[in-house]
């Protein structure tokens, strides 16, 4: 039964090793996710019609993406593993202190653009690593 578990645990990590990878695109996802969450948002407080639950699921995918994007990087890009970890304390904020946003839009807005320099930093150091790694 050992046998066959780790058997399975091999299998799987050689799956799932490119994603695994620090080169894997895990930091622009995540960047990607963030920005359109933002712009959903936007949208959302100029009274477009976009519904609040689109708004929210945004929100839960961009703290998945940015988990996933920060837990790959931090055994071989611990700089950009930090700045994602950094992002992250922002959006597990949000919904203590930015809740209401329709009442207070400048609190949540605030809040949420806190993100947005770890966010360009863990690109930066992304697209610094992929332009490293094609030099050598």
Same mark, same amino acid.
């Given at each position: 039964m050992v046998g066959t578990a780790a058997r399975v645990l091999v299998g799987l990590r050689a799956a799932a090793g490119p994603l695994l990878s620090p080169r894997a695109p895990w930091a622009p996802a995540a960047?990607?996710?963030?920005?359109?969450?933002?712009?959903v948002g936007t949208a959302s407080l100029r009274r477009h019609r976009m519904p609040r639950s689109l708004h929210h699921r945004l929100f839960v995918l961009t703290c %998945?993406?940015?988990s996933c994007a920060a837990a790959c990087s931090l055994p071989r890009a611990r700089s950009?593993? $930090?700045?994602l970890a950094g992002a992250l304390l922002p959006l597990a904020a949000l919904p203590r202190f930015g809740a209401h946003a329709r009442r207070r839009p400048r609190r949540h807005v605030?809040? %949420?653009?806190?993100a947005a320099p770890f966010y360009l930093t863990a690109l930066a150091l992304w697209a610094a690593g $992929?332009?490293?790694h094609q030099e050598a």
């Open positions: 960047c990607a996710v963030y920005a359109a969450n933002l712009l %998945a993406t940015t950009r593993g $930090l700045a605030l809040l %949420a653009a806190s $992929l332009r490293d």
